[in-house]
């Protein structure tokens, strides 16, 4: 079953035409960076993130470096929970960015970081914090039923983790103000412009409908198979890597049913490759 979408096609054809578009691996130089930052922080007793945050006034009078240095500013000053802090933003981006595929994940960030530039501007500061939380909240959104283990004791689903944290937001809000939700709101509208697809369809805006492909997908998957039996070679074969299912047992493959054809991609490329028409 498949639904369609000119918004979600539009963000999907971009990283197609652009595949050198993403940064490999951005979430680990931004948990780096941001190590690196608070514990140069800690011998500098503050002087470096000081520079670092984002303030509307100070860079109208020209210290435009905060238009970027603010994301690498940690929220955590305890080095435990600086190291923990970081360590989540590259585990939830590692994560997100294997599912979406390096361009689109990229994309996700600097549409989030722009929005909240826009949104500092008006309020005269920003917070990065949200921008890294919605890489959970888009992974709860996508798999709400996987377990977690919280404080890597208790197993909890995404889902119910997720609805802490906005819960939290919401919390804050009441205790010091709503300008706490106006400093969350650029992220959350990025949230939701990546994750509409998802929600228009949980929602009822747009109806489930049969793709023909699938069924000839399961008949070539069928043909796939017993081809495999007759010759004892591969059942799947990347078709952009070359990689087979003979060379990886452990590798999953799949089918992609926006290309003209039937053409089977490993789980690397499922989402990171140029659609064949």
């Known amino acids: 079953m498949i639904y369609r979408n000119d918004h979600y096609g539009l963000i999907d054809r971009f990283c197609a035409k652009h595949p050198r578009f993403g940064i490999p691996n951005l979430a680990m130089y931004i948990a780096i960076g941001q190590a690196l930052v608070g514990i140069a922080d800690l011998i500098m007793d503050g002087w470096l993130t000081a520079a ?15 238009l970027v240095t603010f994301i690498l500013v940690p929220l955590e000053e305890n080095p435990f929970y600086l190291l923990l802090s970081c360590y989540v933003i590259y585990w939830t981006g590692q994560m997100l960015e294997r599912e979406w595929g390096t361009v689109k994940f990229t994309l996700f960030y600097l549409s989030g970081v722009l929005l909240s530039i826009l949104g500092g501007m008006l309020l005269g500061t920003i917070d990065i914090y949200y921008i890294h939380l919605s890489f959970f909240l888009v992974i709860a959104t996508l798999y709400s039923e996987m377990q977690v283990l919280f404080m890597f004791v208790v197993p909890v689903k995404m889902k119910w983790l997720a609805l802490l944290d906005v819960g939290f937001i919401l919390l804050n809000a009441v205790r010091f103000g709503p300008f706490v939700l106006l400093i969350a709101l650029p992220s959350f509208i990025n949230y939701f412009i990546f994750t509409w697809p998802v929600w228009s369809m949980k929602l009822g805006f747009v109806r489930r409908r049969a793709d023909p492909q699938v069924i000839n997908f399961k008949k070539v998957q069928k043909q796939a198979q017993k081809k495999a039996r007759e010759t004892g070679g591969y059942l799947h074969k990347c078709a952009v890597c070359g990689l087979t299912d003979e060379d990886d047992p452990n590798m999953e493959f799949r089918y992609c049913s926006k290309c003209d054809g039937y053409y089977c991609y490993c789980a690397n490329h499922i989402n990171n490759h140029i659609h064949i028409h």
């Open 52 to 66: 670092m945050i984002f303030l509307s006034p100070l860079i109208l009078r020209g210290q435009v470096w905060r």
